[in-house]
């Protein structure tokens, strides 16, 4: 088994969301009609698809986004800081509507809460995908989320099956109506209750029959579980589930963390090395990226993930 990633020459398509971020600390998150003052709100850029683009990017693995943004200043800054990072841009549209925004509340546990307003993100269309079809065609991997509207993601997942190419969805936010039958994902990224959700029965209540029944029925070849400071669950849909450790941290900012997963998961997988390398690797992106503020900062480059990586135990797999 390689432990070792090299980088892929075929790029890396994240298709997804690009976002303006307001954060607010505050000591407690608010309860449903409470109001509570916050210590401070800044300003960054976020947006699940963008995160995991960079994450990816930071990698070393060749990255191509398609995204949507608005005609504002927000639009044009963020192409330049993508561009910066070495993601090709090119398959970003302009529309004439603000920028994606979301609102982010952050407690002293570093724990949050997040509103998206979809903004331009509402207006990348199925269309825009089958214009870009070829690219898709000739990626080693396709990264998606939810933030983008679904007959989008389904165009492009179907194109990716049609071609053989990887795809890997982390479905975040949920969405109950997502037609899993109609495409073949080869893996799946969920937090413990997005796994709920999707095999709708309790975490504490996994038990691997169940879980390779649903998956099988779901068209999923592999499910993995992140679940914040405990070991990650991978459930393959042949073999035994496994566990794999993460980096223990003084978690001060949780926002990103599952990005950089999902961004560093997917760049080891695009350049491939086998899953349980890939899933080494992001336990330790995901893990870094607790350690500052925003989203896309403290996102971590490969040459850190690789000085924590013998801090992850192999696991044996049965
Ligand atoms: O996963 C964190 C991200 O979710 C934030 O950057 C925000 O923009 C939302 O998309």
Not at 27 to 52: F, H, M, Y
Not at 166 to 190: G, M
Not at 226 to 242: A, E, H, I
Not at 283 to 310: F, K, M, S, W, Y
Request: charged share 20%.
């Amino acid at each position: 088994m390689s432990s070792r990633s090299t980088t892929s020459d075929s790029p890396l398509v994240v298709i997804g969301s690009l976002n303006i971020d307001y954060v607010s600390r505050v000591d407690e998150l608010p309860a449903a009609g409470e109001t509570v003052i916050a210590d401070d709100i800044t300003t960054c850029r976020g947006g699940k698809g963008a995160n995991q683009a960079i994450s990816a990017s930071r990698q070393g693995q060749q990255v191509i986004l398609f995204g949507s943004i608005g005609d504002d200043e927000n639009g044009a800054s963020y192409q330049k800081q993508l561009s910066a990072e070495g993601i090709d841009v090119s398959k970003i549209q302009e529309v004439p509507c603000s920028t994606g925004a979301a609102f982010i509340t952050v407690d002293s546990d570093g724990e949050n809460t997040i509103v998206v307003a979809g903004g331009a993100n509402d207006f990348l269309t199925r269309d825009d995908i089958l214009e870009g079809a070829s690219v898709i065609e000739g990626a080693s991997a396709l990264l998606l989320q939810f933030e983008v509207p679904q007959p989008t993601i389904v165009e492009a997942i179907s194109i990716a099956n049609e071609h053989e190419v990887p795809v890997i969805i982390n479905p975040s936010p949920a969405n109950a109506a997502f037609p899993w039958h109609e495409v073949q994902t080869d893996y799946l990224i969920v937090n413990e209750s997005e796994a709920e959700d999707l095999l709708e029965f309790e975490a504490t209540f996994f038990s691997a029959s169940e879980v390779r029944q649903r998956i099988h029925e779901l068209r999923i070849k592999c499910l993995i579980v992140t679940r914040g400071s405990k070991t990650t669950l991978v459930f393959p849909n042949t073999g035994d589930p496994y566990e794999v450790d993460t980096l223990a941290v003084l978690a001060i900012d949780t926002v990103g963390a599952g990005d950089a997963f999902a961004g560093c998961f997917a760049a080891w997988i695009a350049a491939g090395s086998e899953p349980l390398d890939a899933i080494r690797a992001a336990n330790c992106a995901g893990a870094l990226t607790t350690l500052g503020g925003g989203a896309q900062r403290p996102i971590p480059d490969r040459e850190r993930v690789e000085q924590h990586l013998e801090q992850i135990p192999v696991p044996k797999q049965t």
